[in-house]
């Protein structure tokens, strides 16, 4: 089993482009989520997709953070214009949602650094 | 508000000592909670986990957990830690039957010197 696989790994880009994480769940299941760990925040829920339908996206800090799942192995958070405060490391999670909480697993992480 | 509160954010402990990391949280209703681990450099991953049932838990590596509903807590502990167990630990919290949005501590960081 391959896990959840997070690409690119590592991220530096300057202020104002566009940046895009990739993300790939683990195979059979059907939630996905993306995190943003900071020093200062901790790790905070972006948003989470179920059946590859966005649930709640509460945690999408503005409009410049979109999230999208156009299948159920795929899904990419991208960030445009990306902000200096912007960097941190992105982890994916996924989960198979049986009608009760299952544990997720965890990608290995983007750090993204915006310059 | 939902939120999960760790006392401590940074631990430093001798080999072989014993280890207690606290976690209180705030969330109406039943819950379900949960120790993630996150060695340097590395992805978060499952320590152990309380849906229902025996409030004392056991997880991997040695390490257990004891929910008490009355205190709101769920404190991690290890008789006896290695330097190897040097990593970040966070409590989680999420809804009983809710399947997404866990609820994160800031997270205690453990240095165990050899």
């Known amino acids: 089993d391959a896990g959840v696989i997070q690409s690119p790994r590592h991220e530096v880009t300057e202020m104002g482009q566009e940046v895009t994480l990739r993300c790939k769940p683990i195979s059979g299941h059907n939630s996905l989520f993306w995190y943003r760990q900071t020093m200062m925040r901790g790790l905070e829920l972006l948003i989470y997709?179920?059946?590859?339908?966005?649930?709640?996206d509460s945690g999408m800090p503005e409009d410049r953070f979109s999230a999208k799942m156009p299948n159920a192995s795929f899904s990419t958070l991208k960030i445009q214009p990306s902000e200096p405060r912007d960097s941190a490391v992105y982890f994916c999670?996924?989960?198979?949602?049986?009608?009760?909480?299952?544990?997720?697993?965890f990608g290995p992480g983007t750090r993204l650094t915006v310059l | 508000a939902q939120s999960v509160s760790q006392h401590n954010h940074h631990v430093i402990l001798s080999e072989a000592a014993s280890l207690e990391l606290g976690c209180n949280y705030s969330y109406g209703g039943t819950v379900n909670l949960f120790w993630y681990v996150q060695y340097p450099g590395q992805h978060l991953q499952l320590l152990l986990k309380?849906?229902?049932?025996?409030?004392l838990v056991k997880g991997i590596k040695g390490f257990e957990a004891e929910f008490i509903k009355s205190k709101f807590s769920f404190n991690l502990r290890k008789p006896s830690v290695q330097w190897s167990d040097t990593a970040e630990y966070f409590c989680?919290?999420?809804?009983?039957?809710?399947?997404?949005?866990?609820?994160f501590g800031q997270g205690t960081t453990l240095q165990v010197k050899p």
């Open positions: 997709f179920n059946n590859n339908v966005p649930i709640d």
């Open positions: 989680a919290v999420t809804g009983s039957g809710n399947t997404g949005k866990l609820i």
């Open positions: 999670a996924s989960s198979l949602d049986r009608g009760e909480y299952n544990e997720q697993f």
């Open positions: 309380y849906f229902s049932g025996d409030p």
